[in-house]
């Protein structure tokens, strides 16, 4: 299993600001992913968070919007660019532990980011 | 693309009765189907999975699911509700994108006394 912590647990921020996320994993995990939850919706996916490599973004996703770092194999972080109130939501961090394979395995997930843009 | 289907956003039961939730599910390979839960605040919780072993899958807190390939779903259920099993609960399968998870919108669990 993994235990997943994220940093800040919320956050209300302006219109127009950045705010990073922070995810760290109590062990070593072949996949990280990024979620977003929106008020009374159910889970989207953002991106794949790929070691040492950019990100892998789903439809509707970019970059520049979302950029996400994983240095290495337990840390990973969100940044949600110049925020607008559409941008509020809460945002999990995932990820795999590949003891089980990679279809099969369980997805861990954080406590979540709730954020509020004014 | 694989994709779940959770049938009714909102599910009422009394305390004691028994608890049933959808979930039909959508896949081109064999699917791999979880069940989630989301309490007020919280993140999520795995209750249980199925990995193409036993169709008939136990889980904490006493619920359980079937895979049934003939009816494509994979419905939840438990016995004897509990007040402490108010809560969101999703359903959802394993997908293409580095085999991450893919979500149904969700069923939110009342339960009354």
């Known amino acids: 299993s993994a235990v997943i912590s994220q940093k800040p647990s919320r956050d209300i921020c302006q219109r127009g600001t950045s705010l990073t996320i922070q995810c760290q994993v109590d062990s070593q995990v072949t996949m990280m992913f990024w979620y977003r939850q929106q008020p009374g919706q159910s889970l989207t996916l953002i991106a794949t968070?790929?070691?040492?490599?950019?990100?892998?973004?789903e439809s509707g996703f970019v970059i520049d919007k979302f950029p996400i770092s994983r240095p290495n194999l337990t840390f990973s972080t969100l940044t949600v660019s110049n925020m607008s109130p559409e941008d509020s939501s809460i945002y999990l961090c995932?990820?795999?532990?590949?003891?089980?394979?990679?279809?099969?395995?369980?997805?861990?997930f954080g406590p979540g980011t709730r954020l509020t843009v004014l | 693309a694989q994709s779940v289907t959770q049938l009714g956003s909102h599910v009422s039961v009394s305390e004691g009765a028994l608890v049933l939730l959808r979930c039909n599910y959508s896949?081109?390979?064999?699917?791999?189907l979880f069940w989630y839960v989301q309490y007020p605040n919280q993140g999520l919780q795995l209750l249980l999975k199925y990995t193409s072993a036993a169709t008939l899958v136990k889980g904490i807190n006493g619920f359980e699911a079937e895979f049934k390939k003939s009816e494509t779903s994979f419905h939840l259920t438990k016995p004897s509700a509990h007040m402490s099993d108010a809560a969101e609960y999703f359903c959802?399968?394993?997908?293409?994108?580095?085999?991450?998870?893919?979500f149904g919108k969700g069923t939110s669990l009342l339960v009354t006394p």
């Open positions: 959802a399968v394993t997908g293409s994108s580095g085999y991450a998870l893919n």
């Open positions: 896949s081109s390979v064999p699917p791999y």
């Open positions: 968070a790929n070691q040492g490599s950019e990100a892998t973004y």
């Open positions: 995932s990820s795999k532990t590949g003891e089980e394979g990679s279809r099969a395995d369980t997805q861990y």
